[in-house]
């Protein structure tokens, strides 16, 4: 356990943490004007409802708010005070015409966390031309630069609606009071008040849209100009879990451009529908039907809480007509399309296991733990070696559902979307920049479980310490799999079997499921 | 799965060093025991008797794989080396010898631990080729085999609560027919040579009974089924998993009986 | 809806399973090892060393089974001591590899430079009861030597360019014929005289008794002696008077001559006053052969005092020999360092000259000129180093034996010089041919040293309570060697018979010159003069010395003149007619008849030379 120093640091900041759980007082609340745009007469019902995921922080100055690459799942209202945004510089290896952010599992360039020898036994969710998106503010800040934040602004929406790591560092500037509202309660307020939704969509509009697009391959060269106004025309639209956005043979009349969450795209083959793919952030679809002025050969379908930019016909045939460079772009993308969907028709296996993965979930993980039971002896040596790896404690158990020959055992998926990160009050869940792994600080863990109740594969055990809490009950810690990132060698699941069943992947890389899981 | 998809090596590169390797071997001692009388205590054969014993020592590392990862790196690779090597070693055990029977108590002894040591070994890589595709092929169910009985017990209470649901018909079916033995762990070693053995006969009376149940237990009749279905395989895995796990006790302590011998062998060169 | 039968794990648990311990298999492996290791040692501890015998010995060895340190010493293997003790009980040294070297090369520079070997390298016991241990492998031959008969060169003794002369006129052709006339078929014509199954060797040896007398004797009688002057003969009444005794019926005196009616083979009569005329005719070459027939009586005279059976020994006695040992051995490394400073040439022609001194001063005017003879002779050799020396072996040996004559005259001449004398004597005689004075000293001591090596193993092992071998298998070994000295000692006793003879002058001379042609006429007819005496036949003694060859199977197989070819009409004696090896790859070879190296060669020289 922690030391005598640790300890009081550790708890001063718990009892920082603690305040955070307090929910804010409605009469705060209806004064800010940040909710001025919802009617007076729903205000308070709707504060009312929202307010258990609002807090009030307080910060000195200096303080940290925001740390670049953490992970962020609320946004940041400046009630008083002021904050500045700094910008590290960014690392040498990376140049790239698309404004590039660092952390983010999807990084392209970004080397996982675990050690490079280490890498042949994770699975890696890769898949090249993603854009990044980017939490800045308005202003263009150059690497090395700040930017300073006044009372009335809002920081790391956009980090949060698109669940990624802060791209930026954020620090009190002066003593600073903030309002943090939660996702959950950021979802709620867009859903209930048409106004917040226009506030937070035309930050977004002004302040990253444009980014977003010069980061999408097909407007990499185009002109300000064009990329104004296709902002200025671009919808914003968000949908639920399971919502169907488009369907099948329904006239295509837009593109689509996701911001956040996970789309599916499957077409019917017969009796049955056939997973094409999915789509992810900065993900594009439709450009294929608009080129050919088909109607739609798929359907689109919301896996989670998604967020798209959403461009018409009329407008996107405008921006073609204008630049040509887009349409060979476009067609390049729209082979590339009807590839993959040829594809899918041919080989079964692949759209079978696409859909295996998409509807056990498997395929939020970016590193999934699989066992071929043709091969494994049950012999307990993976679990022995995480065991060994984790001071006695496995962290994992081999039991699970099974597919095929392959048994999917309860370790973590490593998510690149991780529900369970949303409800911790500590922070003890985290992710660092550019890593694949989703850790679990034990010093920081209050046992709270929220993790492993959200956990929907029951993936993250409490494990019961030595001490006792002052109630006489055991303190429990949450653990999980950490894909042994401090070990050299890298995860001693896959390296500790002897026969080589166990390996590691990653749903995301099809061409690589299809291979290992033949 | 086919004998030729069995001994399939996962490392075919392995098997065809270690039999080049043999060949070597076998090649030298023809050859040089051609020329020159072989002795094992002396030139070739000696030297042939320090590499089989420091075979035998390195095969002893084989459960260090578990604290270090070097020099080898995964357990897969420590896995390969402990087969082939031992396979190795036992050639030149062979060549020691001169191809001769050995002379006193002590070189029986070692000729027929190092023997049965190789033997048990291979056999228990066949095992562990065979049984798992054997369970992975036959059945569904997949379980550790520490919490067999308790799955077992859960079942149990599944069914339990299934059978109270229903009608009368099958509550008293499953009571006098189904629950005992659904309760009762029986793995039969005629698992071992079919996965399936006898699930026919098992199910029958579950069959029978779909005539006499009321239509809203047919269902109900099936889950019970499948219940029972899955305590059969739970039962295959037992037995199965637990072939697994015990073919070891044939293999490690007769290798502990081997050493020690090979280390009184050693001492009797030394000392004479 | 239905449950369907489970995919995967049909409940789940929120908690780790417990995993089986980790030192289930490896703890009884390694209670099993310890056993394993514990039970043999502590077994062979207490003296049952059942649990670390490779085998049984073979059944002559068998009561050393119970002390394995018999023959063992620990961490040493079994050492050569200990086969000799009972092998070579005399510690001669006869069964070691160096001895095998000198016996097949009969130089000893080659054999002390070889590599020694191990008695069980090639013996190797511990096979059971029915071993043969004298079966050796022959591919231990094969480690030195070449490997089998096929890559065998061909017979040293057709490889030589100048065999010995026979010493006997025989013709092969004229016999044959005459066998033929007596209706004898050619195949049993050879087995007349080359009889098989002689004891300890092949045929037995040619003896005039057995195979040429039933021709050449006429009622016992070879011929007859013309008559001699009688001064030039001892007559048979001289004789009588020194012991030996004679027929007188079979001699004839009249007017100052004596002739001999019958001459048996070897009469004695003939013999005696033939060795008399050579030491009057030819001194030099007389005291040559009678110090060659000394050196080989000193020779054996040594062999058996150096025989030293430690059997008899109680551990007092041993104790004393080996401090003797030390002593001698601390001696004699003192007088090789000393060696090794001195130009050997040089201290030896002193010596030459003290000699010739001492003789001077005694009133000896001929050993004096002779030995300052020999001074001169040597002394462009003055500072020359052993290396740049190298007189080939035929002049070595002549020089040798003019040494030991002036040696003999010197000790003759005055009895006092005579234990001087005999260490240059001893010395000279050690000497093998083409070997330093160094090298003998380090000869010396080499076998100094392995003597006390012997004496302190015996020392350790009785210590250890092993009881001293019988000395009955001593006196297997020495009854050999004492024969063969009786033997040497007989002849050299008729060679002393005859007392000095004075000077001759021509006119002398040239009377016993005929005397010697007279006296030796009946023996002339098969035997040889050369140079005043009857030359030795060698027809008597074996042809293949490092080799034995079996004619018993071979006769079965085909008659002599296969092998034999053109014996028949062999005019010379000097004809060898040995078959070289391409006719025995006729019928032996690795598809053929199989004879190994061991079938005709032996490592092991014989017990008495």
Known sequence: MTSG??????????????????????????????????????????????????????????????????????????????????????????????????????????????????????????????????????????????????????????????????????????????????????????????????????????????????????????????IDAVREKAELVAFQPGQVIVEEGAPADAFFLVRGGYVKV??????????????????????????????????????????????????????????????????????????????ALQSPVSSEYMRMAMDTGLIHGESVLLIDLATCTRCDECVRGCADAHAGEARF?????????????????????????????????????????????????????NCAKRCPWGNIVMVEQEETRPDGKPIEVATKCDLCFGRAEGPACVQMCPHGSAVRISFKDMERVVSTLK | MSLAEVLRPKVPRNLHA?????????????????????????????????????????????????????????????????????????????????????????????????????????????????????MAGGLQVEALYERIPELVEGLVAEADSLAAEGSDALDRFYRQEVRDRLGSLSPSWGYLFDVRAGREAALDPFRRMRAYVPQEDKERLEDLASLYTDKLELDAQLRLQGVLRRWLWIHVPPAGLLMGLVVVHVFAWVWY | MARGVSWGTPGRSPHYAPLRAKWTFLGPALGLGLLALVLPLALHAIGWRGSVSPGALTSPHAPFEARCEECHTPRAGVADVRCQRCHDASGAGRLTGRAHVLFGSGDPRKAAASEPRACVSCHVDHHGRGTRLAAVDQRQCGSCHFKSLSAHPEFALLRTSTPDAPGIQFPHERHMRELAKQNVAAKDACLRCHEPEGPGRDLSPISFARHCATCHEKNGSLGL????????????????????????????????????????HRDDWVVLNLRRLRRELDPAGFAAERAALAAREAQLARRQALAAPLAGLDADELQSREAALAAELEGLEARLAGQ???????????????????????????????????????????????????????????????????????????????????????????????????????????QRRSELARVRDELALRALGVRPPSVALLAAEQSGLRDALAAARQQLAAFDEASPAPALDDAGRTRRRAALELLSAPCRKCHVLESAALAPARVARPRLVRARFEHAPHLMQAECSRCHQGIEASKQSSDLFVPGVASCRECHGPRAVRADCASCHRYHPEATP
């Open chain 3, 340 to 446: 090794a400073q001195a130009a050997s040439t040089s201290a030896g022609l002193d010596r030459l000259r003290e000699v010739a001194a001492a003789a001077a001063a005694s009133g000896d005017a001929d050993a004096a000129a002779a030995a300052q003879s020999l001074a001169a002779q040597g002394e462009p050799l003055r500072g020359a180093t052993a290396d740049t020396l190298s007189l080939p072996l035929a002049e070595a040996e002549a020089r040798r034996k003019e040494i030991l004559t002036l040696l003999d005259a010197t000790a003759a001449a005055d009895p006092e010089l005579g234990a001087r004398t005999e260490d240059l004597r001893r010395r000279l005689i050690a000497l093998a041919p083409g070997e330093r004075p160094a090298e003998l000293l380090a000869r010396v001591r080499d």
């Open chain 1, 397 to 449: 158990v081999r039991e699970g559902q099974r597919y095929r020959n392959w048994l999917v055992p309860t370790a973590c998926y490593q998510c690149t979307d991780p529900v369970c990160m949303v409800d911790c009050p500590t922070g003890a869940i985290t992710r660092a920049i550019g890593t694949l792994e989703v850790q679990i600080d034990p010093s920081t863990c209050i046992g709270c479980s």
């Open chain 2, 18 to 134: 270690t039999v080049a390797a043999s060949f070597v071997a076998l090649a030298l001692f023809l050859f040089v025991s051609w020329r020159w009388a072989w002795s094992p205590k002396r030139g070739l054969g000696l030297a042939f008797g320090i590499a089989a014993a420091l075979v035998y020592v390195l095969e002893m590392l084989y459960p260090a794989r578990r604290s270090r990862a070097r020099p080898l790196g995964t357990a897969l690779r420590y896995l390969q080396a402990h087969v082939y090597l031992g396979a190795f070693a036992f050639v030149c055990v062979v060549i020691h010898s001169g191809l001769r029977f050995p002379g006193g108590t002590l070189g029986w002894l070692l000729l027929l631990l190092s023997l049965w040591t190789t033997a048990s070994g291979l056999f228990g890589v066949w095992l562990q080729k065979w049984i798992p595709a054997a």
């Open chain 3, 225 to 264: 002696v013309e008559p001699i002057p009688l001064e030039d003969v001892a007559a048979p009444a001289q004789l009588a008077a020194s012991g030996v005794s004679l027929r007188t019926e079979e001699f004839e005196e009249s007017r100052g001559r004596i002739a001999k009616t019958s001459v048996r």
């Open chain 1, 5 to 226: 120093a640790d300890r009081t640091e550790l708890r001063r900041r718990y009892e920082e943490r603690l305040q955070l759980r307090v929910p804010a007082e409605l009469a705060a609340l209806s004064e800010l004007s940040l909710f001025a745009g919802i009617p007076e007469k729903a205000r308070d019902k709707v504060l009312e409802k929202v307010r258990k995921y609002m807090h009030f922080a307080a910060y000195r100055r200096g303080d940290v708010v925001l740390r670049e690459g953490d992970y962020g799942d609320s946004a940041y209202y400046v009630v008083k005070g002021s904050a500045e945004v700094l910008l590290g510089k960014p690392a040498a290896a990376d140049r790239r015409a698309a404004p590039r952010v660092r952390g983010g599992a999807h990084a392209a360039s970004a080397k996982g966390g675990a050690k490079p020898g280490a890498s042949g036994m994770i699975g890696r969710g890769h898949v090249p031309g993603t854009v990044i998106l980017s939490a800045h503010p308005a202003a263009e800040i150059a690497p090395g630069g700040r930017a300073v934040l006044e009372a009335g602004e809002v920081f790391g929406e956009i980090s949060a609606l698109s669940r990624y790591p802060i791209s930026a560092t954020v620090r009190a500037a002066s003593d600073l009071r903030l309002l943090q509202i939660r996702l959950p309660g950021l979802r709620m307020l867009q859903a209930a008040s048409k106004d917040f939704k226009k506030f937070l969509d035309t930050r977004y509009r002004e302040r990253t849209l444009g980014r977003h697009l010069r980061g999408v391959s097909l407007f990499e060269d185009v002109s300000p100009a064009v």
């Open chain 1, 266 to 343: 499957s077409a019917a083959a017969g009796t049955s529908e056939l997973a094409i793919t999915y789509l992810r952030t900065g993900d594009f679809a439709g450009e294929a039907a608009l080129i050919l002025d088909e109607p739609w050969p798929f359907t689109l379908q919301a896996l989670e809480h998604v967020e798209l930019v959403k461009i018409t016909r009329e407008e996107f045939r405008r921006v073609l007509a204008a630049h040509p460079p887009v349409e060979e772009k476009l067609w390049a993308a729209t082979l590339a399309r009807l590839k993959q969907r040829g594809a």
